[in-house]
């Protein structure tokens, strides 16, 4: 993980909590992932509300701060299983985002950790 941004306080947050948390490291990944699965069917579940109060059908509503929400627990569970399994998700993140970009033909792309980007789009070691 790169020293830098909102991912590195992310990360250093969930190394701090975890250890107050689950002082035994009893925490497993499969309880991660099952953890990080029910946050994005809570994420789906207000989506379905937003989009139940946009087509105008009844039934309960959620709000983007509910989404905001949820999302934020997608991408701390997201983290937290990346650092159990040693995973430099930023360096991951940019080069999956450069290999779909790759794949579908477009020019954006991001820059991974360790490079920089030129005005050509290019990435640079540094």
Excluded at 12 to 22: I, Y
Excluded at 45 to 67: H, P, V
């Amino acid at each position: 993980m790169a020293d830098t941004g909102a991912h590195a306080t992310l990360r250093a947050a969930n190394l701090a909590r975890q250890a107050e948390w689950d002082t035994d490291d009893q925490i497993t990944l499969s309880y991660r992932g099952n953890e990080l699965a029910g946050e994005v069917g809570e994420a789906c579940n207000i989506i379905k509300k937003l989009e139940r109060e946009r087509m105008g059908i009844k039934g309960s509503r959620a709000s983007l701060a509910d989404l905001a929400e949820e999302l934020a627990d997608v991408i701390i569970c997201a983290d937290l299983i990346a650092m159990q399994l040693g995973i430099d998700l930023d360096r991951a993140v940019a080069e999956k985002f450069n290999k779909t970009s790759d794949k579908v033909g477009l020019a954006t792309r991001m820059a991974e950790p360790g490079s920089t980007r030129d005005g050509d789009g290019q990435d640079r070691a540094t």
